[in-house]
């Protein structure tokens, strides 16, 4: 040391406790001395300690070194300021409770004076990381939700709150290492309840942890009884599980839900997360029953989703011009219908409607999905009439060819041509003629030849009589024979 112990600054206290060397400890008394105190903070103040003669001790160096060490042993007794140092709990362990909740016990401390307000002092610590989350208590045990996937320390002492004349003790702490490997656990727990009545929590695998991890979900909930295990899983980018929950509402809200998400291997490191279902309420789309136009103003009507009283709902209804594309939003409190004025009749609108949770029933911003859209108005387009006064004539003028045509053939099909008489006069006598050219060499010519069917026509033949008998005279008149083929 680069000064004498009695040399100024140094207390007395401070300076015996560091030149005299530690009292021997007997056997088996270790775990009884209070732990976290060092040598210093065991030193008694300055005045603390009772004078010892110069005489006596140059006259018995050992029984003034005795006596001298029995003040400094009384005095670590005592805090900084001369105040009794109260005796710490004991026995602190720690169990599990329902998935993510663990309760650390211990046994009251010793030697409390019955003037003493005695409470126990506890606070948790996150590797390492003090919480915020320091609390003060009568009972002998406490019980918080945890998230098993990072070291917990847990510490405790006794403090008398209305008395002046002591010290808290020493801090009492018990560690709980994380199981399974690091970057195992799930990641990204989200979760959000849809209506009051489903839940859908999604997850992304660690990235320690092998493709064939298979992570199963459980959840529970104050007033539950026994914690269950979800059974509809989701795949893809995103693992997830969806399941039902309806949780009765109390005069004192909803109870926590914690998620528990883990794997049957003890590679897999769990994860646990504690959500407040208030907070993550989603509320389903409403659905439009009627819209309509009345002059200038479009009336709107929807229905509510789910359970919820009227008067936790906020709506916003939007409404979208298709000439400029623009976007009207209008907020609704509590009521299903509302009515948008400034609108011109000769526009088409496209409106929508969405829900969300008013903060004095819930705490949560979700907005629900959007309703299915409604179309309203007329949209006047003079391009349409140009092009349908055009394109009606030349339709019917096209149609009018085509029928025309089409009856053309229709007619002779119907009416057939009649075969004029003198066509076939002239051809039965051509064919006559032909017949007289003929011999009757040429009939063995025609024997195989087809018969041809003949058809016998009525001819009358009308006679001059006075040519006739001069005729007659000159010469003889073959017969006259007619053949119709």
Known sequence: MSRHCRDPPFPLGACLAFCLPPAPVPAGSQGNSPK???RIQTAPPLGTISTLSAGRGAQDPAGWRGGLEREVRAAARRGPRGRK?????SNLHYSFGQLCKMKWTWNPAEGISSGCDLKYCSEILINGIPQDNREWTKKL?????????EEVHFRVRSECKSDNTSEPSNWVEIFTPPKGAAGTAAVGINCTWYDLEYMICTWLPGWNASASTNYTLYYWYEGLGNHQQCQNYIYGDNFGCNFSLSIPNSTNGYPTISILIRDNSEEIRPVCANKNPTTIVKPGAPRIVAVSMIKDEIHLEWQKPGTFPAHCLLYQVELKDSKSDSILPHDV????????SSVHPNTVYVVKVRARLETICYSSSHWSDWSEEKSIGENTDFTFYIVLILTVPLTVAVATIILLVYLKRLKILIYPQIPDPRKIIKRMFGEQIEDFQGGPGDDFLNVNKPAVEEEISSLVWIENPESSTSENEGRERPALQVKAL
């Open 36 to 38: 976290g105190l060092s």
């Open 85 to 89: 140092v109260l005796p710490p709990p």
């Open 141 to 149: 045990f406490r019980e918080e939700d945890v998230s098993l996937n």
């Open 333 to 340: 409190k509590a009521l299903t219908k509302a009515q948008l």
